[in-house]
């Protein structure tokens, strides 16, 4: 099932929690959903899944609007809400029993559910256990599952890797990808590298609209704008060396990265390149070019550069 989000404004009060937004995700596709604090991220999410009503603007999910068919969009989302409520008292094997029958998983489909369920989210070791005798990692896998138990066509997950180790973060992120392959998934998340390596695209909101919508290299090479490249030149005197590279048509700005070693940062005019040229120069000039590496902007840069104006 894909997504569709035309006009999105949700109001509370006079804040505009969600101004006008429209996207589309598509089956099989897993798009990140970044913002700092308060950008809309959750009340975007919230919204698909019809748990809160927009001010203005229409969602659909497949064939069904979020206006005449709530209760068919809820049956083919599972969701992982951020502070993921759980019952503690119950064991972990009642607790998804209880879900199942929730979300409408026919009774004699339930212990298959519940042991697949187990199995994908690795809790052989703690299905016996009560809710509040887990770690927090576990919690998570026991949220993840609840949000899978009714094999949904859409996942919205919320922050799921809150409060797991690396390792744990890693099995998740490979669980969302396999999941992503046939369902439609959308994942909120502040740790950037964990949204790069799980999402097959990255829409990043601010103050309520979309200020970014592409895969993680489109928004460097986007944000990037003008090629930056770290020189390393040997046998020379550096600031002859400085004064050769500033002389380049190409060349906007030449700083020191390391004296030692003789490292510069050279960043070049927009729209332009400077490597044949600074080869060329090594060349000319007897010099030892051992290093001439482009550096690519990094996402957080990106996020910094959309979010902090």
Request: some cysteine.
């Given at each position: 099932?894909?997504?569709?989000?035309?006009?999105?404004?949700?109001?509370?009060?006079?804040?505009?929690?969600?101004?006008?937004?429209?996207?589309?995700?598509?089956?099989?596709?897993?798009?990140?959903?970044?913002?700092?604090?308060?950008?809309?991220?959750?009340?975007?999410?919230?919204?698909?899944?019809?748990?809160?009503?927009?001010?203005?603007?229409?969602?659909?999910?497949?064939?069904?609007?979020?206006?005449?068919?709530?209760?068919?969009?809820?049956?083919?989302?599972?969701?992982?809400?951020?502070?993921?409520?759980?019952?503690?008292?119950?064991?972990?094997?009642?607790?998804?029993?209880?879900?199942?029958?929730?979300?409408?998983?026919?009774?004699?489909?339930?212990?298959?559910?519940?042991?697949?369920?187990?199995?994908?989210?690795?809790?052989?070791?703690e299905k016996h256990k009560k809710i509040a005798e887990l770690?927090?990692?576990?919690?998570?896998?026991?949220?993840?599952?609840?949000?899978?138990?009714?094999?949904?066509?859409?996942?919205?997950?919320?922050?799921?890797?809150?409060?797991?180790?690396?390792?744990?973060?890693?099995?998740?992120?490979?669980?969302?990808?396999?999941?992503?392959?046939?369902?439609?998934?959308?994942?909120?998340?502040?740790?950037?590298?964990?949204?790069?390596?799980?999402?097959?695209?990255?829409?990043?909101?601010?103050?309520?609209?979309?200020?970014?919508?592409?895969?993680?290299?489109?928004?460097?090479?986007?944000?990037?704008?003008?090629?930056?490249?770290?020189?390393?030149?040997?046998?020379?005197?550096?600031?002859?060396?400085?004064?050769?590279?500033?002389?380049?048509?190409?060349?906007?700005?030449?700083?020191?990265?390391?004296?030692?070693?003789?490292?510069?940062?050279?960043?070049?005019?927009?729209?332009?390149?400077?490597?044949?040229?600074?080869?060329?120069?090594?060349?000319?000039?007897?010099?030892?070019?051992?290093?001439?590496?482009?550096?690519?902007?990094?996402?957080?840069?990106?996020?910094?550069?959309?979010?902090?104006?």
């Amino acid at each position: 099932m894909n997504i569709v989000v035309e006009n999105l404004t949700k109001i509370y009060g006079l804040q505009r929690a969600v101004d006008n937004i429209s996207f589309q995700v598509e089956t099989g596709e897993v798009l990140g959903f970044l913002g700092p604090n308060g950008a809309g991220k959750s009340t975007t999410m919230k919204s698909i899944t019809t748990y809160l009503t927009p001010s203005s603007g229409t969602i659909r999910v497949g064939n069904y609007n979020i206006y005449d068919h709530p209760e068919e969009i809820r049956r083919n989302i599972g969701y992982l809400p951020e502070n993921n409520p759980l019952y503690p008292d119950m064991p972990v094997i009642d607790y998804l029993k209880f879900v199942a029958g929730l979300q409408g998983v026919e009774p004699s489909q339930h212990k298959a559910r519940i042991l697949e369920m187990v199995h994908v989210c690795g809790l052989e070791g703690e299905k016996h256990k009560k809710i509040a005798e887990l770690s927090k990692g576990y919690r998570q896998r026991v949220g993840l599952a609840q949000a899978l138990i009714h094999d949904p066509e859409v996942l919205i997950l919320d922050e799921p890797t809150t409060g797991l180790d690396p390792n744990q973060i890693v099995e998740i992120r490979e669980l969302i990808r396999k999941i992503g392959r046939q369902k439609t998934v959308i994942l909120s998340s502040h740790i950037l590298a964990e949204v790069e390596a799980t999402c097959d695209r990255i829409m990043i909101i601010n103050k309520g609209k979309i200020v970014a919508d592409g895969t993680a290299d489109a928004l460097r090479k986007h944000a990037g704008g003008k090629e930056i490249l770290h020189v390393t030149i040997e046998d020379a005197q550096l600031n002859e060396v400085h004064q050769q590279l500033m002389k380049l048509e190409s060349v906007e700005m030449v700083d020191f990265v390391n004296k030692e070693n003789g490292t510069f940062e050279v960043q070049s005019k927009t729209g332009a390149s400077s490597r044949k040229a600074i080869f060329m120069l090594c060349v000319q000039n007897n010099w030892v070019l051992t290093r001439l590496n482009p550096i690519e902007t990094r996402l957080e840069d990106v996020f910094r550069e959309l979010t902090l104006s």
